[in-house]
């Protein structure tokens, strides 16, 4: 009867543990989001500026901070509306972001490729997670490839990559995979 009442409590607590493990971190992850999404036109270039929000956890900073590499891609579509067809296809941008965390310096180092892949390096984090959720004055595509008065769409999500560990690793962090999550596309109209 012992053995019972043992394998049907060791049953449970895994359960609960598998509840709690996989069910209640993606929601967490879930309410990440693009916000402040703005499409402007400096010098005849179209500029998309946006933010992420909700998109870093306790986990993820002791993680950071632990030496793992954090990357958030974002993915960026421009099209031209038709109203009778299907929307053209202009543009399609790819931008990374990445932190690191320096343990010897006591410094984090990010990194945009939008502006050539150049390293900032903050002593803050509250800084360096500014930096790395944000979109700040993106050129879509040059103006040669647009037409004036004409109407396009700007497609946008961000996703933050999975961590990659040795195989071995995996048993022992699998909790990281957790906090891994990609955002809802987003559209916003504009008019050239």
């Not at 933010?51 to 891609?73: L, P, Q, R, V, Y």
């Not at 879509?140 to 560990?165: F, G, Q």
Request: charged content about 25%; overall charge positive.
């Amino acid at each position: 009867m012992r053995l019972f009442v043992k394998e049907v409590i060791a049953r449970a607590a895994i359960m609960l543990f598998l509840f709690f493990g996989l069910f209640a971190s993606p929601a967490r992850a879930s309410e990440a989001a693009l916000t402040d999404i703005m499409v402007t036109n400096t010098g005849g270039h179209p500029l998309l500026s946006f933010s992420i929000t909700n998109c870093f956890t306790e986990d993820m900073k002791k993680a950071i901070e632990n030496g793992i590499n954090t990357t958030f891609t974002f993915f960026i579509k421009l099209y031209e509306i038709n109203e009778f067809w299907w929307d053209k296809k202009i543009a399609v941008l790819k931008v990374s972001h990445d932190i690191r965390y320096d343990n010897l310096k006591k410094v984090y180092m990010v990194r945009l490729s939008e502006r050539n892949n150049e390293w900032i390096v903050v002593q803050d984090f509250q800084e360096a997670k500014e930096l790395a959720s944000k979109i700040v004055r993106l050129k879509i595509v040059e103006p040669h490839r647009l037409c004036k008065d004409s109407r396009y769409r700007v497609r946008m999500m961000a996703e933050l990559d999975k961590i990659t560990l040795p195989f071995y690793l995996h048993y022992v962090f699998f909790f990281l995979s957790l906090w891994d999550f990609e955002t809802d596309w987003h559209t916003v109209d504009f008019k050239y």
